[in-house]
């Protein structure tokens, strides 16, 4: 009798949620500081100087392999600038690949805003979505993207996620609602804080800056910018560059567009990239152009463009090249080498390679190996270095291909002047 009671009960519940309760309805609401239409852009930045926002979209897309393949994607865009009613038209089949670049200031307070926008290939798909700042220090559960303990965003509707930026470094982001499927699909991208160092100058303070050491990023006359608030400046750069390695199955992304079984235990990426394109595409310093339907020749969405960014490094003899690399492959190890170029790694990790005592670790090496998640701070420094071009490519031999064209992939070019 009291399990028959209990069933009772918990019927009349479920009876009364689906058939008394008010429908929940998503909607595009943005939320920005000094913002009064909604388009994450600060009307008077002079009154919340410490503050940035960010709009990004959730959907699919398309775009081109180095070796003309299409590919179908998840990925992310940026509506910053755009009013909510268009976000949606905007956001959909605008899918980028790698997702904008983020980049804030130590101190800063980041709003960022996600609409999904939905699966315009696949309506039949309703999944959510997220953001998970990989590697955020002290992330509240609700805004850490982690749908064990976040929230997921239904299409059509909006969450603004706050971060309190209190640490440097090379960091990334991605969408961690079923992490595999969706990372895998291409909602990858690059994320970095500058030291506040970079406003202060070595050794200065936020209240009196040194403007004749301050760095050049800005405003200043010292180098272009800091890796870290080194105190002493040997992290000083004057070239800066986030380059993401990552690697795309093409069987899994074909199985997703053409509604078929996902193989995730076959999964074995076969175009390995650098910020979403396989050389010769990454040295290509414009945007690739809209992706291309092969069998109707027409464009695959819309005309949009989903592979705005370039790897190609150009530096002055002399010059000091910050290369953030970050891994976000869901399948491999990579390791990355700069052919005659000497590399120090000053950071991993969005941590300065520092002993507790102040005392340097940093490491001259030649090659850099990162798994999936990791990050690390690399410097190359041109000093000794002859003009010409050199070549920043893994040395997993086995992914210098597009598929099954040689003389490809993870390559790009650094051309010193």
């Given at each position: ?10 019927g ?29 852009v600060i ?35 940026d509506l ?10 905007e956001?959909m ?47 509240a ?15 059509g509707a ?6 309190n ?15 595999t ?11 970095y804080?500058?030291?506040?160092q ?34 002493d400046?040997?992290?000083?750069f004057d070239?800066e ?12 992304h074909?199985?997703?567009?053409t ?15 650098m910020?979403?394109?396989?050389y ?13 339907d092969p ?6 969405n ?22 953030r690399?970050s891994?976000?492959?869901v ?16 950071g991993?990790?969005a ?21 999936g ?45």
């Amino acid at each position: 009798m009291k399990t028959t009671c209990t069933l009772s009960r918990l019927g009349f519940l479920v009876a009364l949620a689906w058939g008394l309760a008010p429908a929940a309805h998503g909607a595009v609401f943005v939320q920005c500081p000094g913002d009064s239409n909604q388009d994450a852009v600060i009307d008077n930045p002079a009154l919340h100087p410490n503050a940035k926002c960010m709009h990004l979209s959730g959907g699919d897309g398309f775009v081109t392999m180095a070796d003309g393949y299409l590919q179908y994607i998840f990925g992310f865009s940026d509506l910053t600038g755009v009013l909510p009613e268009q976000a949606m038209s905007e956001g959909m089949l605008a899918a980028n690949f790698p997702a904008p670049t983020i980049a804030l200031k130590q101190g800063q307070q980041f709003y960022l805003s996600l609409t999904n926008a939905g699966m315009a290939i696949r309506p039949d798909l309703f999944d959510p979505h997220t953001v998970h700042f990989h590697g955020f220090p002290q992330a509240a559960p609700v805004f850490d993207g982690m749908p064990e303990g976040s929230i997921g965003i239904n299409m059509g509707a909006t969450i603004t996620y706050y971060y309190n930026l209190i640490e440097p470094g090379t960091f990334m982001y991605h969408c961690h609602m079923e992490a595999t499927e969706h990372m895998q699909m291409g909602m990858l991208g690059s994320l970095y804080v500058d030291p506040i160092q970079n406003r202060t100058g070595i050794g200065g303070s936020l209240a009196a800056p040194d403007l004749s050491t301050v760095a050049a990023k800005e405003g200043g006359a010292g180098p272009y910018g800091y890796v870290y608030n080194d105190g002493d400046g040997s992290t000083a750069f004057d070239v800066e560059i986030p380059i993401q390695l990552g690697s795309f199955d093409p069987a899994f992304h074909d199985a997703s567009y053409t509604v078929q079984p996902l193989p995730f235990a076959e999964m074995k990426d076969k175009y390995p990239m650098m910020n979403g394109r396989g050389y010769p595409d990454t040295v290509n310093s414009a945007s690739l152009p809209p992706p291309i339907d092969p069998e109707t020749g027409e464009s695959a969405n819309g005309g949009k463009v989903s592979q705005p960014v370039s790897s190609r490094v150009t530096a002055t003899a002399g010059q000091k090249i910050l290369l953030r690399l970050s891994n976000l492959s869901v399948t491999n190890f990579y390791t990355v080498t700069a052919l005659g170029l000497p590399m120090k790694v000053v950071g991993t990790g969005a941590h300065i390679l520092r002993g507790p005592d102040g005392t340097d670790t940093y490491y001259d090496t030649s090659s850099v190996t990162l798994g999936g998640g990791e990050a690390a701070d690399v410097i190359v420094d041109t000093g000794g270095a002859a003009p010409g071009t050199y070549f920043l490519y893994t040395t997993n031999l086995n992914y210098l291909s597009n598929n099954t064209e040689d003389y490809g992939g993870m390559m790009t070019e650094i051309v010193i002047n």
